[in-house]
C-alpha cells in the first residue's frame, strides 16, 4: 500500500467526517460524498495490497463514533 496516499486519504477524512455505528444488527456508515470519496480511496489503497496491509479509521480521529477496522481477507 502507498502510505502516502493512505494518509492523504485518512487527511482527508478529518475534514468530512464518518460516523460508523451499529443499529439492529447492523453497521451503518454515515458519511458526506467528500468522505465516502477519501473512504473509496482507503478501500482501494488495500485491494492493491499484500495480506498483511489493514488501516484503522479511529474514534474522534477519522470518524465520529466507533472505530471501525479494514483489513484485506484471503
Given amino acids: ?3 502516502d496516499l493512505a494518509m492523504m486519504a485518512l487527511e482527508g477524512l478529518t475534514r468530512s467526517h ?3 455505528s451499529v ?3 447492523e453497521v451503518v ?3 458526506t460524498p467528500a468522505a ?3 473512504f473509496a480511496r482507503l478501500c482501494l489503497l488495500l485491494g492493491g495490497g499484500s495480506e498483511e496491509e489493514g488501516f484503522e479509521l479511529q474514534p ?3 470518524v465520529d463514533g466507533m472505530g471501525l477496522k479494514l483489513k484485506v481477507a484471503r
Avoid: I, L, P, R
Wanted: net charge negative; hydrophobic share 40%.
Fill in 23 to 25: 443499529q439492529s444488527g
Fill in 1 to 3: 500500500m502507498n502510505y
Fill in 36 to 38: 465516502y470519496k477519501e
Fill in 18 to 20: 464518518m460516523n460508523v
Fill in 60 to 62: 474522534a480521529v477519522h
Fill in 29 to 31: 456508515v454515515e458519511a
